[in-house]
């Protein structure tokens, strides 16, 4: 029984931020096909999260890692297809489906890179992290480049034994961050996607105050209880998402879950289903 409730944590913890910015849109007259995808996205994407924990299978070899890798920095790449929204490339739609590739895949990539620096394969990774760094900037994206360079930075940091290839990984990556900042988008907020904070103070204080600490909440499990044998890892997922958060305060970036958006509810169940895999990994192993 305790470990069948364990399965439902992913859905535990993202349902109060998106049930949350539900009501916010719905109080505020956002039409239902708007709020009605996150919901949609929640049920179907939760059911799959359920499958994925409760059953046991392991990927076995790093070829996995080594393709789910490659993969995602094409999926990136795809977001260049096409004009973009005003000079800004972030996403790929498949049919009427639009998707934030960085949001999906960016969890992706530090899990497999994690995985294949416990392979040895050093230079690969740093290879891929700066190639997607760069990716990140010209799309523009401060918020998820700066998210994904800072875990990366420890990740890397942390694993390489060598003083000036340290520095050169941490030079490389904070120039990049600081140019993304610099040359930020021009790109207006959305009420619904990055103002969704803004519409649920017009719920009611309590709302405003429940809605905060559901996103507060996001990262805490991989930073503060991270499985033993998977810490750096959780720790570098819970730094990404915790920058997403913060990143929102300085920019109009989304707000994962509360806002409108199917791709932070997608990327932040891979992430959350992921850890709770390590954690049933770790105790029943």
Do not use: H
């Not at 535990?12 to 708007?34: D, R, W």
């Not at 390489?160 to 907020?189: E, H, M, Q």
């Amino acid at each position: 029984m305790k470990l069948r409730m364990t399965n439902f944590i992913p859905l535990m913890i993202t349902m109060p931020p998106i049930l949350i910015g539900v009501v916010a849109m719905y109080y505020n007259k956002v039409p239902f096909f708007i709020w009605g995808q996150n919901i949609v996205c929640l049920v179907m994407v939760g059911m799959i999260s359920y499958f994925v924990v409760s059953n046991k299978f392991n990927i076995i070899g790093n070829k996995f890692y080594y393709k789910s890798s490659l993969i995602s920095v094409i999926f990136l790449m795809l977001t260049f297809v096409g004009g973009g929204i005003e000079g800004v490339n972030r996403w790929v739609s498949i049919g009427i489906i639009k998707f934030n590739a960085s949001i999906v895949a960016l969890p992706i990539i530090i899990i497999s890179l994690w995985k294949l620096l416990q392979a040895k394969s050093l230079i690969f990774t740093i290879v891929t992290t700066m190639v997607i760094s760069v990716l990140l900037l010209i799309q523009p994206d401060a918020s998820q480049l700066t998210a994904f360079a800072i875990p990366m930075m420890v990740m890397l940091a942390g694993e390489s034994n060598k003083k000036y290839l340290r520095i050169i990984i941490v030079g490389i990556l904070s120039l990049l961050v600081i140019l993304s900042w610099i040359f930020l988008d021009k790109l207006p907020a959305v009420a619904y996607l990055e103002g969704i904070l803004g519409l649920l103070k017009g719920v009611g204080l309590i709302w405003f105050i429940l809605g905060v600490i559901s996103l507060i909440i996001l990262p805490v499990p991989f930073i503060l209880f991270p499985p033993k044998k998977f810490e750096l890892p959780s720790i570098c997922l819970g730094l990404y998402f915790t920058i997403n958060l913060i990143s929102t305060l300085f920019g109009n970036f989304p707000i994962p879950l509360m806002g409108y958006g199917i791709s932070p509810i997608i990327g932040y169940f891979i992430a959350i289903s992921w850890y709770i895999r390590a954690k049933i990994t770790e105790k029943y192993s």
